[in-house]
């Protein structure tokens, strides 16, 4: 009996450090967000070394290139221009180089180009942002174990 009442009451405690409020003095408000988020500049995704990129012309599709590789060395390599400077560009700003090394071969090349293997976006921007909060959730769990524990050790000194 003894060991069913310390077992409810281990439980209990658990229940009770789970569910504690997680209060913030004084929140922002969700508004005074919005507006920062609306005030902060857009930055456009820059292609980095690993992306892999579409790039194709729209009025002459066999000059297509599908899955190219953007180099260690940032560059990719075309059938129509040999090698160009990708990395650190913009999607938007690759396509005017393109279309201004083809203008030579091409009358009027309308070119697109499409990041469709992106390697270097979450290892530089989510990653340091997910082991920040994943140690934090860590670190909270370990403190609310070793709370429980605490609790449970000293509720068992006073059964006996």
């Known amino acids: 009996m003894k060991y069913i009442q310390f077992f409810a009451l281990v439980v209990l405690l658990i229940c009770v450090v789970a ?26 995704y820059l292609i980095g070394v690993g992306d892999t990129l579409d790039i194709k012309f729209l009025y002459n599709p066999e000059l297509n290139e599908l899955a190219v590789p953007v180099r260690p060395d940032g560059r990719i390599s075309l059938q129509l221009a040999n090698d160009v400077h990708a990395a ?15 203008e030579a ?21 989510v990653a ?19 709370s429980t524990i605490k609790i449970a050790k000293e509720a068992k000194s006073r059964i006996h």
Not at 32 to 40: D, I, N
Not at 90 to 101: D, F, I, M, W
Not at 129 to 146: H, P, T, Y
């Open 19 to 44: 569910c504690a409020p997680n209060t913030v003095k004084n929140p922002t408000p969700l508004a005074k967000f919005e507006e920062s988020a609306r005030l902060a500049p857009q930055t456009e």
């Open 88 to 102: 650190n560009l913009t999607p938007n700003q690759l396509r005017k180089v393109l279309s201004e090394k083809s």
């Open 105 to 125: 071969e091409i009358n009027k090349p309308k070119v697109e180009t499409t990041a469709e293997n992106i390697s270097n976006s979450f290892s530089n921007n």
């Open 128 to 146: 340091p942002f997910a082991n920040d909060v994943i140690c934090k959730v860590i670190k909270r769990s370990e403190d609310a174990i070793s």
